[in-house]
Nanobody, 122 residues
Framework: QVQLVESGGGLVQAGGSLRLSCAAS??????MGWFRQAPGKEREFVAG????????EYADSVKGRFTISRDNAKNAVYLQMNSLKPEDTAVYYC?????????????????WGQGTQVTVSS
């Protein structure tokens, strides 16, 4: 049984930073990713990283501000979020995929965490 546990969310002022963590247990994964869902909106892709860590992908809205990384020894993935904006406010979810390169396609991600709230005040 795959379990994903996110942490690191919270309340931050615009321009601030947060670092999200996701610890995975149960098996070795291929790609991992972060998605987010704001109130009243569809869940959207934020960032993804392949197993080797050598390929990453980002939504246009976060490029240059967010950085995804992983530590395979710890089965963990991280999301460093800088220059946060109020529009980044959302519940952030980590997810795993057996696809080598799932990209931002949500259907390719099989297991999901419970989410962590990120709130950015203006």
């Amino acid at each position: 049984q795959v379990q994903l546990v996110e942490s690191g969310g919270g309340l931050v002022q615009a321009g601030g930073s947060l670092r999200l963590s996701c610890a995975a247990s149960g098996r070795t994964f291929s790609s991992m990713g972060w998605f987010r869902q704001a109130p009243g909106k569809e869940r959207e892709f934020v960032a993804g990283i392949v197993y080797s860590g050598q390929r990453t992908e980002y939504a246009d809205s976060v490029k240059g501000r967010f950085t995804i990384s992983r530590d395979n020894a710890k089965n963990a993935v991280y999301l460093q979020m800088n220059s946060l904006k109020p529009e980044d406010t959302a519940v952030y979810y980590c997810a795993t995929s057996t696809w080598i390169i799932p990209g931002g396609i949500e259907e390719r991600y099989r297991s999901w965490g419970q989410g962590t709230q990120v709130t950015v005040s203006s």
